[in-house]
């Protein structure tokens, strides 16, 4: 892993980002601090990060209006803090722009995991290590998919997609009308083993086809519903 890679932590409790720090800084990435919703937000927003660790619950402005914020201006990879009995503000993080979430009380070790998962899916030469060197540019009907320059375009028109948003597409349209489980999903696209909410595909499906149908609708309708199964990228026959 790259050394230069710079990580903000968001958490009113001092011995939190302590702990968080500690843990990170051994995989040698430089962390920065706010204990704030105001003062992430300028942090985020003057500085690039590869990721964000944002808590939930701050004083003044809250995580999900420093989310929210951040989204309007940068797609920073942000994974949310929450507390156990969150689960509504949970889903409504990823509704805002989160990309994943870690539980209170945490073990920093699972932090650390994904953190990693995240650097790993935001870089533009690690996505699930496929030998896709012949689907560098996915053309179909209505919809443009360049891989090389991550660039959606639907009916000519550029579709603006956070980092997960456009791998979920990405990785449903390379295998055409192929079902996939919510499971399948998590693993493949998340790299999620053995943590994760069935929510969090379901919540992404729901935004992506929201940003296309602006767009294009024909493009939004190609991502199809498995009732009971899951979602496959559907192809209309010619």
Request: charged share 30%; proline share 3%.
């Given at each position: 892993m790259?050394?230069d890679?710079?990580i903000?932590?968001?958490?009113?409790?001092?011995?939190?980002?302590?702990?968080?720090?500690?843990y990170?800084?051994?995989?040698?990435?430089?962390?920065?601090?706010?204990?704030?919703?105001?003062?992430?937000?300028?942090?985020?927003?003057d500085?690039?990060?590869?990721?964000?660790?944002?808590?939930?619950?701050?004083?003044?402005?809250?995580?999900i209006?420093?989310?929210q914020?951040i989204r309007?201006?940068?797609?920073?990879?942000?994974?949310?803090?929450?507390?156990k009995g969150?689960e509504?503000n949970?889903v409504?993080?990823f509704?805002v722009g989160?990309?994943?979430?870690v539980?209170?009380?945490?073990?920093p070790?699972e932090?650390v995991y994904?953190?990693?998962a995240?650097?790993?899916?935001?870089s533009?030469?690690?996505?699930?290590?496929l030998?896709?060197t012949?689907?560098?540019?996915?053309v179909?009907a209505?919809l443009?998919?360049?891989?090389?320059a991550?660039?959606?375009?639907?009916?000519g028109?550029?579709?603006?997609l956070?980092?997960?948003?456009?791998?979920?597409?990405h990785y449903l349209?390379l295998?055409?009308?192929?079902?996939?489980?919510?499971?399948?999903?998590?693993?493949?696209v998340?790299?999620?083993?053995?943590?994760?909410?069935l929510?969090?595909v379901d919540?992404?499906?729901?935004?992506?086809?929201?940003?296309?149908n602006?767009?294009?609708?024909?493009a939004?309708?190609?991502?199809?519903?498995v009732w009971?199964v899951?979602?496959?990228?559907?192809?209309?026959?010619?």
């Amino acid at each position: 892993m790259d050394k230069d890679v710079k990580i903000l932590v968001v958490d009113d409790e001092e011995r939190i980002r302590r702990l968080i720090r500690m843990y990170l800084e051994r995989e040698e990435y430089t962390i920065d601090e706010a204990e704030n919703g105001e003062e992430a937000l300028i942090k985020a927003i003057d500085v690039n990060y590869d990721c964000i660790l944002l808590d939930l619950m701050l004083p003044g402005m809250d995580g999900i209006e420093v989310c929210q914020k951040i989204r309007e201006h940068k797609s920073t990879p942000i994974i949310m803090i929450t507390a156990k009995g969150e689960e509504t503000n949970r889903v409504h993080g990823f509704e805002v722009g989160a990309d994943d979430y870690v539980v209170k009380p945490f073990s920093p070790r699972e932090v650390v995991y994904r953190v990693k998962a995240i650097l790993r899916r935001s870089s533009t030469t690690a996505f699930l290590n496929l030998d896709q060197t012949a689907n560098d540019v996915l053309v179909f009907a209505n919809l443009t998919i360049d891989h090389d320059a991550h660039r959606v375009t639907a009916d000519g028109t550029d579709v603006s997609l956070t980092p997960k948003e456009y791998e979920l597409l990405h990785y449903l349209a390379l295998s055409p009308n192929k079902v996939f489980s919510r499971e399948q999903l998590l693993k493949d696209v998340w790299n999620y083993e053995f943590f994760g909410d069935l929510r969090t595909v379901d919540t992404h499906i729901k935004r992506l086809r929201e940003k296309l149908n602006k767009v294009s609708p024909q493009a939004a309708n190609m991502i199809a519903t498995v009732w009971g199964v899951g979602y496959k990228f559907e192809v209309p026959a010619e």
